[in-house]
């Protein structure tokens, strides 16, 4: 099992920035690959970000590309998805998820967060 808490969201500013992350423990986090997802009121939940297992790869939706950075320190046991720029359309419960070795834009990851609440104001 492996149990993840994010933490970081909150209400800001459209142009702001945010830094989520997430935390890890149970299995050897750097066995999984992680991921970013988000889902807004009344849409489905859509893929945000990914990270390979030893952090060279990452891959992101278009709408997020050169605003979002996707990072994780396996000493630490924890993700990062550094979030700049923001726009209104990025207001949205974000969840991180870890899924066994290789990263997915798809949403079959295998551990799921709570997720945090971030809003953009205009």
């Known amino acids: 099992q492996v149990q993840l808490a994010e933490s970081g969201g909150g209400l800001v500013q459209s142009g702001g920035s945010l830094r989520l992350s997430c935390a890890a423990s149970?299995?050897?986090?750097?066995?999984?690959?992680m991921g970013w997802f988000r889902q807004a009121p009344g849409k489905e939940r859509e893929f945000v970000a990914a990270?390979?297992?030893?952090?060279?790869?990452?891959s992101y939706t278009d709408s997020v590309k050169g605003r979002f950075t996707i990072s994780r320190d396996n000493g630490k046991n924890l993700g990062y998805l550094q979030m700049n720029t923001l726009k209104p359309e990025d207001t949205a419960v974000y969840y991180c998820?870890?899924?066994?070795?290789?990263?997915?834009?798809?949403?079959?990851?295998?551990?799921w967060g709570q997720g945090t609440q971030v809003t953009v104001s205009s």
């Open positions: 990270i390979s297992r030893n952090g060279i790869r990452t």
């Open positions: 998820a870890a899924r066994s070795l290789t990263m997915s834009a798809t949403d079959d990851y295998d551990y």
């Open positions: 149970g299995r050897t986090v750097s066995n999984y690959a």
